[in-house]
């Protein structure tokens, strides 16, 4: 498959191989950079072993290229990246910014998939958001 995803604010492509790379910074602080796989609903993630952070603490997601806060205006503890896939259609993707927390979303128009075990945390607020 050739899916790319990118920077909403200065569409620069984050993902190199099989990992999305963002700049973070936890609720203590710290900072550093994550790998997130790229298949939606695949939760696999690596980071350095002295950037650890607790199951449920907010992680802030930055662009790796502008820096840019990822929070998505939708919720505050959802980050935004958007994904371009083979056919070039451009898909709005919301994520959780909590540890653990498994909340994927692709969004296309009305048209919305969900991934994870705790998406419907934010379901509603998402189809607010659309309009529906």
């Keep these: 498959m050739n899916i790319n995803y990118k920077c909403p604010h200065c569409n620069a492509y984050i993902n190199l191989e099989d990992c999305l ?28 072993p002295a950037f650890n952070f607790s199951a449920g603490e907010t992680v802030e997601f930055f662009c790796p290229v502008c820096h840019t806060s990822l929070t998505s205006p939708v919720h505050k503890n959802l980050s935004k990246i958007i994904m371009i896939d083979e056919n070039e259609r451009e898909f709005t993707i919301l994520f959780s ?6 909340s994927t979303y692709k969004i296309i128009g ?18 607010l958001s659309m309009n529906i």
């Design 110 to 127: 009305e048209t919305m998939e969900i991934f994870g075990d705790d998406s419907a945390e934010y379901h509603d607020f998402i189809r």
């Design 97 to 102: 910014k909590k540890a653990g927390e498994k």
């Design 21 to 48: 790379i963002f700049s973070v910074q936890s609720q203590n602080g710290k900072s550093g950079l994550i790998a997130l796989h790229p298949e939606l609903g695949n939760y696999t993630a690596q980071a350095n």
